[in-house]
T-cell receptor, first 109, second 115 residues
Framework: GQNIDQPTEMTATEGAIVQINCTYQTSGFNGLFWYQQHAGEAPTFLSYNVLDGLEEKGRFSSFLSRSKGYSYLLLKELQMKDSASYLCAVRDKDYQLIWGAGTKLIIKP | IAGITQAPTSQILAAGRRMTLRCTQDMRHNAMYWYRQDLGLGLRLIHYSNTAGTTGKGEVPDGYSVSRANTDDFPLTLASAVPSQTSVYFC??????????????FGSGTRLTVV
């Protein structure tokens, strides 16, 4: 079966750096997405990786290793507004998105 | 309208009743999707449509039906609601049947409670 694994919850301190990991086992691979979802709101697109390596977007970076079935989302200079759930999703061979259950990130002052 | 509009925002529904959740997009995206999101389970695909006139079943299609008469609208119908259908429902859309790098755009969701 297809599976996406991410930690259920993480806690970090304002101003610090946090890394959220995602491992996947899917039928084929056509890209990996990270989404942010604040409580009670819709998911919003953060990043997309299809080739190995690091993609940087301001305070957020996303890394992919296809051979290891592994990605991480790196958040720097954490702000209180970064408290949210972070969803990892992989697009499989049929171009369907397979979603992880999400990682709830709690930021403490 | 900018993006995807879902209606209603929330609803309490008696078990056994029929209900249609509405979804409209103005981005001319080819593909549209219906997901349900339950605590601890993440997003699960109910039905999808890669283009107007076609639909397909996702991971959890039982008890739900969809139609795609045109590009913009993708309603989800619960024929006879049951309490296990209590969930938050998200409609989403994407370009090129989801092959682009921009991912999905989501509506704001419908919170449905079946009692």
């Amino acid at each position: 079966g297809q599976n996406i694994d991410q930690p259920t919850e993480m806690t970090a301190t304002e101003g610090a750096i946090v890394q959220i990991n995602c491992t996947y086992q899917t039928s084929g691979f056509n890209g990996l997405f990270w989404y942010q979802q604040h409580a009670g709101e819709a998911p919003t697109f953060l990043s997309y990786n299809v080739l190995d390596g690091l993609e940087e977007k301001g305070r957020f970076s996303s890394f992919l290793s296809r051979s290891k079935g592994y990605s991480y989302l790196l958040l720097k200079e954490l702000q209180m507004k970064d408290s949210a759930s972070y969803l990892c999703a992989v697009r499989d061979k049929d171009y369907q998105l397979i979603w992880g259950a999400g990682t709830k990130l709690i930021i403490k002052p | 309208i900018a993006g995807i509009t879902q209606a209603p925002t929330s609803q309490i529904l008696a078990a056994g009743r029929r209900m249609t959740l509405r979804c409209t997009q103005d981005m001319r995206h080819n593909a549209m999707y219906w997901y349900r999101q339950d605590l601890g389970l993440g997003l699960r695909l109910i039905h999808y449509s890669n283009t107007a006139g076609t639909t397909g079943k996702g991971e959890v299609p039982d008890g739900y039906s969809v139609s795609r008469a045109n590009t913009d609208d993708f309603p989800l119908t619960l024929a006879s609601a049951v309490p296990s259908q209590t969930s938050v429902y998200f409609c989403a859309s994407s370009d090129y049947s989801g092959q682009g790098a921009s991912g999905y755009t989501f509506g704001s969701g419908t919170r449905l409670t079946v009692v």
